[in-house]
């Protein structure tokens, strides 16, 4: 299967799964609106995604997927299933601590993450929800595991669509579970926590079939004898040695994210959850597009540097950024100017009101300054991850955060929490820029020839779709809208954009099935 259409796969799946979690957070919004106890379920999800971001998809699939395809391209099948096997074992093991104490120290976690909660029940009802949660990091682990597997043997389909499974859950509790509740003096909010344990289980349990046909199930070891003989395997134990540096940069970067929930805390209620809409809506870029290419590169670009061959990797490397320009470009212009137009045609109904559009729209035109340096992230990490290289990211990351919060220091003053979704989006171009010139200076990445024509290319049907978007958004008044005529109008913005951005690009001479071919 060629990049593109493995690529491909990744993103029409993950697109699946940013259309169900946007009507998840539909239905949300709508029957929750923005409030304390929204604020409150917010930073207890947020709790157990912290710890997934920091060990399942972030230091340990990092550690993981190199070491896992340098075994398959050099050792063979059964050394890579007794691999397979003993990273299990340590895995799950290492899963029921973290999980009986993440219950147990919920009130901590809290006071970490929100310590400026206005009042007692709002910090009660995050530790209980907290608590209820905090399992789903243990699922979801696992979950990262077998999808780290699955795309190393180039079965890209299945991990890319079980995040479909959360979404689903979570829409059938706020849809039926949540009014019983209301019925039964239960404040519906809490529904939500049974969705989100019941997707973990379910992402996980749609994983195992394909291994077991794949003989790729692991083994996991429940004597003692068998858990010391994991952890002596010599690729479990480079495994964590890769994860200690992994684990301080991913760590850096969810540091990040906890300072900034500190902070939004302690400004007007509701700052959480606009943050949240706003983040919401920026993921559906970084996750097709970033995600997807850097879920299939990883595994691409590690193969190429077991093999040695310097020129695939850069040719690979060279292709990825070429993509993120083409397409991560577009949709940051259309988030800087279509803010409003946006949000208010996918959130204005129901409990969230005129005012939370406004809010919203402030921080996702913060998080758009930075969207193609989120993007492209997602390719150039995997650069220094294929060579096993962990050291190089981390020193970038820690840099990166003390500059978001200096810039936080100036912005939030100013712009309260649209200042927060303004400092990561400026941090995060820092970071891609500091990643890039680094595979520069050493040789690993050298750019194709005719950069700077198709830079120009790019940036001029940017320029044109930016004028077009600047005119729609002021052409309708998006909040008076019926929620219908909204949809119907946006649905002819977008279209009328990508006839004006493609059109530009190929009348300009950019062979788009030429490059997506390459």
């Known amino acids: 299967m060629s990049l593109f259409k493995s690529a491909s796969t990744v993103s029409l799946m993950t697109l699946a799964s940013r259309v169900t979690g946007l009507v998840r957070d539909l239905f949300m919004a709508s029957m929750f609106g923005a409030n304390a106890l929204t604020d409150a379920f917010n930073v207890a999800f947020r709790i157990p995604n912290l710890f997934r971001r920091l060990f399942a998809e972030g230091a340990f699939s990092q550690a993981f997927v190199p070491v896992l395809a340098a075994s398959h391209a050099k050792e063979g099948p059964e050394r890579t ?61 696992l979950v990262a595991l077998s999808s780290g597997v699955l795309n190393t043997y180039k079965h890209f389909a299945v991990p890319a669509a079980t995040p479909v499974l959360l979404n689903l859950c979570m829409i059938g509790a706020a849809w039926l579970l949540a009014p019983w509740f209301e ?95 706003a983040d919401r809506l920026m993921e559906f870029p970084t996750a097709l597009l970033g995600v997807a290419l850097g879920v299939v590169l990883t595994p691409q670009l590690a193969a190429a540097k077991a093999a040695e061959d310097g020129q695939r990797y850069s040719h690979m490397l060279d292709w990825g950024l070429r993509l993120v320009l083409l397409l991560a470009l577009p949709c940051a212009v259309g988030l800087l100017a279509f803010a409003q137009p946006l949000v208010a045609t996918l959130f204005h109904r129901g409990a969230l009101h005129g005012s939370d559009v406004q ?43 003390v500059l978001t919060q200096g810039l936080n220091v100036v912005l939030v003053p100013y712009l309260q929490h649209a200042g927060l979704a303004w400092s990561i989006g400026l941090a995060a171009l820092v970071n891609a820029l500091w990643l890039l010139l680094g595979l520069l200076r050493r040789g690993a990445y050298q750019p194709s020839s005719g950069w700077g024509k198709y830079f120009a290319q790019v940036l001029l049907a940017c320029s044109l779709l930016a004028a077009l978007l600047l005119g729609l958004a002021q052409r309708w008044d998006w909040l008076a809208l019926g929620q219908w005529q909204r949809a119907g109008i946006m649905a002819g913005c977008l279209l009328a954009s990508a006839v004006v951005y493609f059109g530009c690009l190929v009348v300009t001479g950019v062979k788009i099935r030429s490059l997506l071919r390459r």
Request: hydrophobic share 60%; glycine share 10%; net charge positive.
């Open 81 to 141: 299933h007794q691999l397979i096997s003993n990273v299990a074992t340590v895995l799950v093991w290492v899963l029921l601590v973290v999980c009986a104490l993440g219950v147990v120290g919920a009130p901590v976690l809290v006071w970490l993450l929100a310590s400026g909660f206005q009042n007692q029940g709002e910090a009660q009802a995050a530790v209980l929800m907290t608590r209820w949660m905090f399992p789903y990091i243990g699922f979801m682990s």
């Open 183 to 277: 019925r039964q003096g239960i404040e519906p909010i809490y529904a939500m926590c049974a969705g989100v344990v019941a997707g973990g289980v379910l992402q996980l349990a749609v994983q195992i079939p394909v291994l077991r046909r794949l003989h790729l199930l692991p083994r996991v070891g429940w004597r003692w004898s068998a858990i010391r003989a994991a952890w002596a395997d010599g690729g479990v134990r480079r495994i964590l040695q890769l994860m200690a540096p992994a684990l301080l940069g991913v760590g850096v970067a969810q540091l990040s994210l906890m300072i900034n929930t500190q902070i939004a805390s302690y400004l007007a209620p509701g700052s959480v959850t606009w943050l949240f809409y």
């Open 359 to 401: 809010q919203i729209a402030l921080a996702l035109v913060g998080y758009g300054v930075g969207l193609l340096g989120l993007v492209a992230i997602k390719v150039l990490a995997p650069g220094y991850f294929a060579s096993q290289d962990m050291r190089t990211p981390v020193k970038i990351a820690v840099v990166v955060l």
